[in-house]
């Protein structure tokens, strides 16, 4: 025992404590990366060292969520990485995009959250199912975080069953009018947008990019949760809200999307 301490000890002044717990690569998946992978890989891990590692234990005793790092997240690209450049992303491919979130939740798994709610479950539906117009308007932006978003799926009363859904999307002149309640949504009270999932008159599951300011539209924050206190999670309460025709997702119906 004495012994190990005293070589322990000789080792730290070597090296930092983080280089002597490196994880050991068991099954060698880094002989399946290109040194792109790799260097993209590393890029991450050191802002994570450098931007959430040294505040993240603060923010989430206090369960509030450090706002400041959405600017960074974007300035580093943690934002939708596989759209393409021309939309604002980084054209990387989804492997890249997987080993950031991998190197961000060994960070704070409710940072993470936000990064891959808003290029997941945000910027992805908008980059497969929207319009180029919606495309050009709401993707640049979300991309490097002036624009925060939401995904409204899971109800008070049938959670992420899209089946069940109650939330309507009624027809009206120009647009849709669109009544319901989303529970568990991350981002939900600190989005510019949010993706809403509601049937229409048929009954057809349609999404819709809601604005955030909508009248009729509110997110009350939700609070005393035991994990992912740095993550906002949030309600999301929909009366009347009024919804343009440019807003729906133009190319999908169904439980599909």
Same mark, same amino acid.
């Given at each position: 025992?004495?012994?190990?301490?005293?070589?322990?000890?000789?080792?730290?002044?070597?090296?930092?404590?983080?280089?002597?717990?490196?994880?050991?690569?068991?099954?060698?998946?880094?002989?399946?990366?290109?040194?792109?992978?790799?260097?993209?890989?590393?890029?991450?891990?050191?802002?994570?060292?450098?931007?959430?590692?040294?505040?993240?234990?603060?923010?989430?005793?206090?369960?509030?969520?450090?706002?400041?790092?959405?600017?960074?997240?974007?300035?580093?690209?943690?934002?939708?990485?596989?759209?393409?450049e021309e939309? /604002?992303?980084?054209?990387?491919?989804? =492997?890249?995009?997987?080993?950031?979130?991998?190197? #961000?939740? *060994? !960070?704070?798994?409710?940072?993470?959250?936000?990064?891959?709610?808003?290029?997941?479950?945000?910027?992805?539906?908008?980059f497969a199912?929207?319009?180029?117009?919606?495309?050009?308007?709401?993707?640049?932006?979300?991309?490097?975080?002036?624009?925060?978003?939401?995904?409204?799926?899971?109800e008070p009363?049938?959670?992420?069953?899209?089946?069940?859904?109650?939330?309507?999307?009624?027809?009206?002149?120009?647009?849709?009018?669109?009544?319901?309640?989303?529970?568990?949504?991350?981002? /939900?009270?600190?989005?510019?947008?949010? =993706?809403?999932?509601?049937?229409?008159?048929?009954? #057809?599951? *349609? !999404?819709?990019?809601?604005?955030?300011?909508?009248?009729?539209?509110?997110?009350?924050?939700?609070?005393?949760?035991?994990?992912?206190?740095?993550?906002?999670?949030?309600?999301?309460?929909?009366?009347?809200?009024?919804?343009?025709?440019?807003?729906?997702?133009?190319?999908?119906?169904?439980?599909?999307?």
């Open positions: 025992y004495y012994s190990f301490v005293f070589n322990f000890t000789a080792l730290k002044k070597k090296q930092k404590m983080t280089d002597l717990f490196q994880h050991p690569d068991y099954y060698q998946l880094d002989e399946l990366l290109s040194e792109e992978h790799k260097m993209i890989r590393d890029a991450t891990r050191d802002w994570v060292k450098r931007s959430v590692s040294p505040i993240i234990e603060d923010y989430a005793q206090r369960a509030a969520f450090p706002e400041h790092l959405v600017k960074e997240m974007g300035e580093v690209g943690l934002f939708g990485p596989y759209i393409p939309y /604002g992303g980084a054209g990387l491919d989804h =492997i890249s995009y997987g080993l950031m979130m991998q190197e #961000v939740e *060994r !960070g704070d798994s409710g940072i993470r959250s936000t990064c891959s709610v808003q290029s997941s479950l945000v910027m992805f539906p908008i199912y929207g319009s180029e117009e919606q495309k050009k308007r709401f993707l640049p932006k979300l991309a490097t975080g002036e624009f925060l978003g939401s995904f409204g799926l899971t009363n049938f959670g992420s069953n899209p089946g069940g859904m109650t939330t309507t999307a009624k027809k009206v002149k120009d647009g849709y009018i669109l009544n319901g309640a989303k529970m568990w949504i991350t981002n /939900g009270s600190i989005a510019d947008i949010s =993706i809403v999932w509601a049937k229409d008159d048929d009954g #057809v599951v *349609r !999404g819709f990019i809601v604005d955030n300011k909508s009248d009729g539209f509110s997110a009350p924050i939700m609070k005393h949760k035991l994990s992912l206190r740095a993550s906002v999670t949030s309600e999301l309460i929909l009366e009347d809200v009024f919804v343009p025709s440019d807003n729906i997702l133009p190319n999908v119906k169904g439980l599909r999307g």
